[in-house]
């Protein structure tokens, strides 16, 4: 079938239903706002820049493929009406769960900034 031609949850045929939805779903790593640095900030900040730079390009293409993908993904579903409601519920319980409580800090190595 062709691309969005099917609900992505339930498999069912999107064609011949009197809706469907896109989801478009982006998670990106936040950052702190750039402030604006003195000339010697802004130089060390360069140096530490370049320094990135070159740590990243000596690493392995598949060590970096899984930086990036930490730290940027995006996904596009194509939903029926009844799997788009569910979401809805979904996602509400998610982002406002009261029983969701803050995790155990990341392994050393693998810390967010
Ligand atoms: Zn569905």
């Not at 779903?25 to 936040?30: C, G, N």
């Given at each position: 079938?062709?691309f969005g031609a099917t609900c992505d949850r339930?498999?069912c045929?999107l064609?011949?239903a009197?809706?469907r939805f896109h989801v478009?779903?982006?998670?990106?790593?936040?950052?702190?706002?750039?402030?604006?640095?003195?000339?010697?900030?802004?130089?060390?900040?360069?140096?530490?820049?370049?320094?990135?730079?070159?740590?990243?390009?000596?690493?392995?293409?598949?060590?970096?493929?899984?930086?990036?993908?930490?730290?940027?993904?995006?996904?596009r579903f194509d939903l029926c009406?009844?799997c788009a409601?569910?979401?809805?519920?979904?996602?509400?319980?998610?982002?406002?769960?009261?029983?969701?409580?803050?995790?155990?800090?990341?392994?050393?190595?693998?810390?967010?900034?």
């Amino acid at each position: 079938m062709a691309f969005g031609a099917t609900c992505d949850r339930c498999g069912c045929d999107l064609l011949v239903a009197d809706v469907r939805f896109h989801v478009n779903l982006e998670l990106a790593q936040a950052y702190d706002p750039m402030e604006v640095a003195p000339k010697e900030q802004r130089r060390q900040m360069r140096g530490e820049l370049e320094a990135a730079i070159r740590t990243l390009e000596s690493l392995p293409a598949s060590e970096v493929q899984k930086l990036a993908d930490e730290s940027y993904s995006s996904f596009r579903f194509d939903l029926c009406g009844h799997c788009a409601a569910l979401l809805r519920d979904e996602a509400r319980a998610f982002f406002r769960s009261k029983n969701a409580a803050p995790h155990d800090p990341p392994p050393a190595g693998d810390a967010a900034n």
